[in-house]
């Protein structure tokens, strides 16, 4: 199996667009493969079945979402605060907007979730520590609230998101940067 | 075209049926009469082109998700409280429960909106009143809190079902009606 780690990522990364553009069933090693302009057969020899690829994708998509963690460090030098939490907020926002073609992708991985087992495991594998994890960092740098103030936090950005991506104007009456602020006030009690 | 109201909405939730388990890509007139049961060209004699088809689902999904008008009234018969909002939320998550079909459809047509123009018209034209709705329910009605309120309630529900119906197991820590009335809890003012 070939194993170049860039040639690998530039490969989920094309595979990561024809996810968001074609859906699930549009992804196939060849669309990989005319997506990346690398020659027939190169996806291929870097996940072998279509399901190692589907698997890998999810951490790519995480990878490129994440938070820069120097900059996490810094913010956290200030003495934790509600005012953090919604800065927090507006980044990871910032975030999924430069990186539509990510998150819809992993809708999509979502999606496909509802449909195969294995995809719904490889899945839950990455999502409950990404969640444990964002109930311990919370806690852990003192940030006002408690479990469930993470919990809810957790599910109203996943609903915002959802929305934003797929249908903004639905609620265009309320802007996007409200909308945000709006979540942490309710949900995040003061510090 | 073919009128028949009640051929109408079974050949609909055929489309739902199809959408959810294959993706919009699979969503054609041949795999909806396959999947009702009727003779090829009948899904075409109803909807003439697969957007008319397509714009015609979202409602349809919305009919069979809404809840029981004559119930909602019953319960609005008792003073407006946050209790009643927990129930009307455990009811909702109970009818996406018992519709997981419709709603998995409904999160395929939000994808399709991502890549087609018109999709994304016909969904917002659907969604943004039942959003002004909501809110305008829950004002009216006397039930505790504002228009911030619902905004942020309407988000962490539709964060949850996507979740539940794709990745049940990623907060399996909490149950499910814990974190319904973890979001009640935290969104709601006391009456």
Known sequence: MAQN?????ALLDAAI?????????????RAVDVQAGVPTGTASNYFGKRDDLLNQIAPRIYARLGPDPE????TLEEPPSKAIVVRFMHELMGRVTADRTGYIALL????????????REALTAMLRPEYEEAIRFHLD??????RTTVSVLYFAMLGLIVEH???PDAVAADTLDALVDGIVDRVVPEG
Do not use: I, K
Request: hydrophobic share 35%; proline share 7%; no cysteine.
């Open 108 to 119: 999509e991985l979502r999606l496909e979730a509802t449909r195969r087992p294995e995809m």
């Open 165 to 167: 991506l797929t249908t």
């Open 5 to 9: 780690p860039e040639r690998r990522a």
């Open 141 to 146: 740098s003192g940030l006002p609230g408690d």
């Open 17 to 29: 667009e024809v996810l968001a553009r074609e859906g699930a069933r549009g992804l196939t090693f």
């Open 71 to 74: 900059a996490v460090a810094r």
